[in-house]
C-alpha cells in the first residue's frame, strides 16, 4: 500500500499561513511527521495562492526533501508549477494530476513525458465526471493507451477513478469499487489510487464513511491512498486491509506497523 | 444488514454465571441492550454447560423473547436443545448451525426441517474446513440444494463460508471474499452471514482486523453478521458499509441510524 500524506496542502488554515509566512520550520515538521507515521510521498498543494503556486510548490518541495528526504506528490493543475518544482524534486517525483481533458493533456504533457515523473491519471475528460463503472473504464483505457505511448511504464501509472458522493446516487459506491477491480485486474501492474472525502459529501458522520470506503477499496484492490497519515486507526485499518486483502506476505507489514506502535488508539 | 447479537453466550464468564445462577435479570438487561442497540436476533448459547444445554437452552429463549421481543438465535450443536428451544420459541428462529457433516444433518434436519425456522449453514464437511473459495462454493452448492429439497426457501438459508485466521495463510481472506460475492451472485436471495474473530486468531490488534475485514466483507456482498451491537464503531461501520455497498436506499439506514445516536463515539 502507497500512502501520499495530504497534509502539507494551502487549502488547511494552518498550512495556508504557514506557507504563506514561508515558515519552513512547521512545514519541515509536518513532512517528516508524515514520513515517520509510514507516507510514502508527501503531498504539497500552494493552490490556493493561485498567482504564486509556480514559486511556491519548488520551495514546498526544497523544504520538505531537505527534512524528510521523502519524494514528493506535485498536487498542482499548473503545468509551469509542476514544471519548476520537478526541477528542483529529488528522486522521482508523483505528479497529481493529468487527466484525459485535452487542455490539460496538451499542457501537461510536455513537462512530464520523460522527466522520468509518476504521474496520478484521473478518469475525467471533457465530457466531466464519469458515473459508471464502465464510463470510467473507457477513461481508464484512453489514460493508459495514452501515457504509455508517451513513455510511461504501467507501474509509473496511478489511476484515479474518482469518488463520487453516495448522498447522491447509491450506485456511486459499488460503480467506483468495480471500477477499481476491473482496472487492476485489466492492465497488470498499473496502481490505483483515490482521495476519501467527496464519498461522504452531504452525509453526517463522514469520517466513518470515508474509513470504512478506503477498507472496502483495499479490498478490491486499491493499492494507493491520499490520506493523513497522522490518522492511526486509519493507517492501522489500511494496514490490516492489505492483510486482509492477501497482499501482506506472512502479515509481515501488519506486523511491523504493530511493533513500530502504528496500530495503537 | 442483519444482525446477530452475540452476547448471550455461556463462553462470556459473566454470562455463564448469569445463566449458572438462573439470573433472568441479567439475561434479559443483555438482550433488552442489545435489541435497542439495533440487533435483529439475539444469539442464546449455553454450550459450555453441556449435560444441562437442553433445559438452559429454552430457559434463555424465554428468558430473552419476555424482555426484548426480538427472535433468537438458537446457537447449538445439540439436536435435542435445538427441538427443545424451538418448542418455546415465539416468532421465527434463526437455528445455528447446519453443516455437510453427515450426522449432523441427520441428527438436526428432523428436528428443524417443517419448523418454520430459518437455518445457518456452515460451509463445513466431513473433509473438514474448506480451505479455498472454489471448495466452499462446492460445499454451499450441495447445502443450499439439500435444505431447498427440505423445504426451506433461500431467503431462510444463511450461508456461512467460514472465516479462517490470515496468520495461517495469507490467501484465507480473499478466498473468504471471493466466496461471498459467488454465493450471493450464485443463488439470489440466499444469505450470508459470519462470524469475525478467527480471521485475526495469533495476530496481535485483532480488532482492527476482525472491523476491517467485516467491511471488506459487507463491500462483496455479506448481508448478516454475528457482532458484539453495544461496540457502536462497529456498528457504525456495518451501517456505512452497508450504504456504500449500494444496498441502503437514499442512505436512509444509515441517516436513521446516525438520528438515533448509533453513530457516535
Redesign the interface.
Known amino acids: 500500500m502507497l500512502i501520499v500524506g495530504e497534509l502539507i496542502n494551502a487549502s488547511r488554515k494552518r498550512m495556508r499561513q504557514a506557507i504563506g509566512e514561508a515558515d519552513a520550520a512547521y512545514v519541515a515538521q509536518v513532512a517528516a511527521d508524515q514520513a515517520r507515521a509510514g507516507a510514502d510521498y508527501i503531498d504539497v498543494n500552494a493552490g490556493t495562492f493561485v498567482e504564486r503556486e509556480a514559486e511556491l510548490l519548488p520551495w514546498l518541495v526544497e523544504t520538505v526533501q531537505a527534512e524528510a528526504g521523502a519524494p514528493c506528490c506535485l498536487d498542482s493543475p499548473s503545468p509551469r508549477a509542476v514544471r519548476d518544482a520537478l526541477a528542483v524534486h529529488r528522486g522521482q517525483a508523483l505528479v497529481n494530476s493529468i487527466s484525459l481533458e485535452a487542455e490539460r493533456w496538451q499542457e501537461l504533457m510536455p513537462v512530464v513525458a520523460g522527466s522520468g515523473c509518476r504521474i496520478v491519471a484521473l478518469c475525467m475528460s471533457d465530457q466531466g465526471m464519469p458515473e459508471t463503472a464502465d464510463q470510467r473504464l473507457a477513461i481508464a483505457d484512453k489514460l493508459i493507451e495514452g501515457l504509455t505511448k508517451e513513455g510511461f511504464a504501467l507501474e509509473d501509472i496511478f489511476v484515479d477513478p474518482l469518488v463520487q458522493p ?2 447522491t446516487n ?5 460503480e467506483f ?1 468495480q471500477a477499481v477491480e476491473r482496472i487492476m485486474a485489466g492492465w497488470p501492474g498499473v496502481h490505483t489510487i483515490c482521495g476519501l472525502s467527496n ?1 461522504s459529501y452531504g ?3 463522514r469520517k ?2 470515508n ?3 478506503l ?2 477499496a ?3 484492490g486499491l493499492d494507493a491512498a491520499i490520506i493523513n497519515p497522522l490518522d492511526q ?1 486509519l493507517v ?2 489500511l494496514r ?2 492489505e ?9 509481515g507489514g ?2 511491523q506497523a ?1 511493533r513500530a506502535g502504528l ?2 488508539g
Do not use: K, N
Request: hydrophobic share 60%; charged share 10%.
Open positions: 453516495v448522498a447509491v450506485a456511486y459506491g459499488p469499487l464519498i452525509l453526517p458522520a466513518v464513511l474509513h470504512t470506503f477498507a472496502m483495499v479490498g478490491r486507526r492501522a485499518m490490516a486491509a492483510a486482509l486483502a492477501g497482499r501482506d506476505a506472512f502479515c501488519y506486523l504493530y496500530l495503537e
